[in-house]
Nanobody, 125 residues
Framework: QVQLVESGGGLVQAGGSLRLSCAAS????????MGWFRQTPGKEREFVSA????????FYADSVKGRFTISRDNAKNAVYLQMNSLKPDDTAVYYC??????????????????WGQGTRVTVSS
């Protein structure tokens, strides 16, 4: 079994910053990409950002481009999300996902095999 453990969520004022971390551990696995998604009550899980494990190519939702930065540490099997200039609309539970194949788009949650437990981000106005 593969476990993803997230950390770094919290309460911040609009305009502030947070850094989310996610580390993968467990039985042997291959990583094609890791990504961040977010979800609010009554809505589907929404793509935020992803990074290719082999090339380091990054992908962002339009709503976070220029404000969020994703990075990885291959040795630690970890992915990070630096979130700057946070807005109240960024309030959500953020989930880290691990994608182990090329099936499905990197921006679709369907393609991710493993998920973390989620970390809550609240941005006050």
């Amino acid at each position: 079994q593969v476990q993803l453990v997230e950390s770094g969520g919290g309460l911040v004022q609009a305009g502030g910053s947070l850094r989310l971390s996610c580390a993968a551990s467990g039985r042997a696995f291959s990583t094609y990409a890791m990504g961040w998604f977010r979800q609010t009550p009554g809505k589907e899980r929404e793509f935020v950002s992803a990074i290719s494990w082999s090339t380091g190519s990054t992908f962002y939702a339009d709503s976070v481009k220029g404000r969020f930065t994703i990075s990885r540490d291959n040795a630690k099997n970890a992915v990070y999300l630096q979130m700057n200039s946070l807005k109240p609309d960024d309030t959500a539970v953020y989930y880290c996902g691990l994608k182990d194949s090329t099936n499905w788009s990197i921006m679709r949650p369907t393609g991710y095999k493993y998920w973390g437990q989620g970390t809550r981000v609240t941005v006050s106005s």
